[in-house]
């Protein structure tokens, strides 16, 4: 829980995006990327407030898969993606600018320290879909829970994406084939989430993100761990009490 990998863990995901071409098809092939796309943003869009006029926050936005469909299905909504590869940030520019969607923006940045550069002070909603696994000590997810709650709104609601442990947290420190490149991930338990953020968020649901209803038969290739299962967890910022 104590080592930060961070410079090792953006070195590997700079490496993939030399790589990359399109969203992300390494994740799970093509296909299983596309469903899985569709299970993602359709729960994000009937289950979030994404009223007009709001503002939503996609920290580790990858190549800014979520945050463009999100923009474009919600054209009120004012949405900012930040990563901290560059060439994430740069294809996700240019896709937005293919695909003409104008109410998104993206820029670089690090989920420990993302509101020295934000392009304004407070969001109504940030989400941050497979992320949290990349910050490996307890200080960098220290870090983006209070820079989460500083760019917030009272009551303001956090969604994470999770391959959530069933039991305590396990670090996966493997070379994955299919991407030559390492892989470090640390599957949170809850014990260890609700520690660091129980003090500013309140936890408001856990839901199963991936299920035979929603992707049918796909479902063993995309849960290959059987001690963590890919989970929505949504909290709500809690007010400052005097
Ligand atoms: C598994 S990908 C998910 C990307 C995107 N949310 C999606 O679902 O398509 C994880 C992303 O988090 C980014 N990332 C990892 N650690 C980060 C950090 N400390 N600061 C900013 N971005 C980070 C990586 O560059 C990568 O784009």
């Not at 080592?3 to 590997?12: A, H, L, Q, R, V």
């Not at 990359?20 to 359709?42: F, S």
């Not at 994404?50 to 054209?75: M, Q, V, Y």
């Not at 084939?177 to 936890?203: H, N, P, W």
Request: hydrophobic share 35%; glycine share 4%.
């Amino acid at each position: 829980m104590e080592i930060s990998n961070e410079k090792i863990i953006k070195e590997i995901f700079e490496s993939r995006a030399e790589v990359v071409e399109g969203h992300d098809p390494w994740r799970y092939g093509r296909d299983l990327a596309e469903a899985t796309d569709k299970v993602e943003i359709d729960w994000i869009c009937r289950k979030l407030p994404l009223s007009p006029g709001k503002r939503l926050f996609d920290i580790g936005c990858g190549t800014g898969r979520h945050s463009l469909e999100i923009a474009r299905n919600n054209d009120s909504l004012k949405v900012i993606g930040c990563d901290f590869v560059e060439k994430n940030i740069d294809f996700a520019n240019s896709e937005k600018k293919r695909l003409g969607i104008d109410n998104v923006s993206f820029y670089c940045s690090s989920a420990t320290n993302f509101s020295d550069d934000a392009p304004f002070s407070k969001c109504d909603i940030i989400i941050a879909i497979g992320l949290i696994q990349y910050l490996t000590s307890e200080n960098e997810l220290f870090d983006f829970v209070n820079c989460c709650s500083e760019m917030m709104y009272d009551d303001g609601l956090l969604l994470l994406k999770h391959p959530l442990s069933y039991e305590d947290t396990f670090v996966l420190d493997y070379h994955r084939d299919e991407m030559d490149t390492r892989y470090i991930s640390s599957y949170y338990g809850m014990k260890d989430i609700m520690r660091v953020f129980k003090e500013k968020f309140e936890l408001m649901s856990i839901a199963r993100t991936f299920t035979k209803k929603n992707v049918g038969d796909l479902l063993k290739s995309i849960e290959r761990d059987e001690r963590a299962k890919q989970m929505w967890i949504l909290f709500q910022k809690k007010r400052k009490t005097v």
